[in-house]
């Protein structure tokens, strides 16, 4: 194996594999986080309940009048 066949190899992967990566940049992210839902362990997933799902829209129906970071008025003046 010369220099020769060396140097042609590394272009072909060039070729074939800066292509190949630039369309898939889009849709790797989405095969990546479908493969981890599916085959990794939930740790960090809550399961939702009725109850939860009750919680959290009895919540957001009554908005607070102050703001929790600033202590504000969120109405405009």
Do not use: C
Request: proline share 6%; no cysteine; hydrophobic share 45%.
């Amino acid at each position: 194996m010369d220099i020769q066949d060396i140097i042609e190899i590394f272009i072909l992967a060039a070729v074939v594999f800066i292509p190949l990566g630039y369309a898939l940049r889009s849709r790797l992210p989405h095969w990546k986080n479908r493969f981890a839902t599916r085959f990794l362990s939930p740790r960090y997933l809550t399961p939702m309940t009725i109850s939860s799902i009750n919680k959290i829209r009895k919540g957001s129906a009554t908005l607070p009048e102050n703001s929790a970071a600033t202590g504000k008025s969120k109405t405009s003046l």
